[in-house]
């Protein structure tokens, strides 16, 4: 009777082992989404002349804003998908002119691609 529960256990314990095993090796990436995401729509409507306040309103706050650059607002976007083949990235900058928009740079076409 001793041996059989001992057998069992062990039969128990490996099969437990076989069917765990499978989680302990499979590594959880996660998806990163960093940045704005701004609409071709969206920019569109920043238009010559806009105030930085009308701009921070349309477009939300900029990601990164340089005091050696004050008169540039960068918008970026970062995704890493979980399988890390790839990232979809883009960069739009608004440059102002005092207080207005002088004109905006970048691609928005990228932002068009992103799920």
């Not at 041996?3 to 499979?26: H, P, S, Y």
């Not at 704005?36 to 105030?51: C, D, F, R, Y």
């Not at 930085?52 to 918008?75: C, I, K, M, N």
Request: one cysteine or more.
């Amino acid at each position: 009777m001793h041996k059989t529960v001992n057998r069992l256990l062990i039969i128990f314990i490996l099969a437990a082992a076989v069917a765990g095993g499978g989680c302990i090796f499979k590594i959880h990436r996660v998806e990163v989404q960093q940045g704005n995401i701004l609409s071709a729509e969206m920019l569109e409507q920043v238009k010559p002349g806009m105030s930085r306040r009308e701009v921070q309103s349309l477009l939300g706050t900029p990601l990164v804003t340089d005091v050696f650059h004050a008169e540039r607002w960068d918008y970026y976007y970062l995704r890493r998908d979980n399988t890390r083949k790839g990232a979809v990235q883009s960069r739009v900058t608004v440059v102002f002119d005092g207080d207005g928009v002088a004109r905006v740079e970048g691609d928005p076409e990228v932002f068009e691609q992103i799920p």
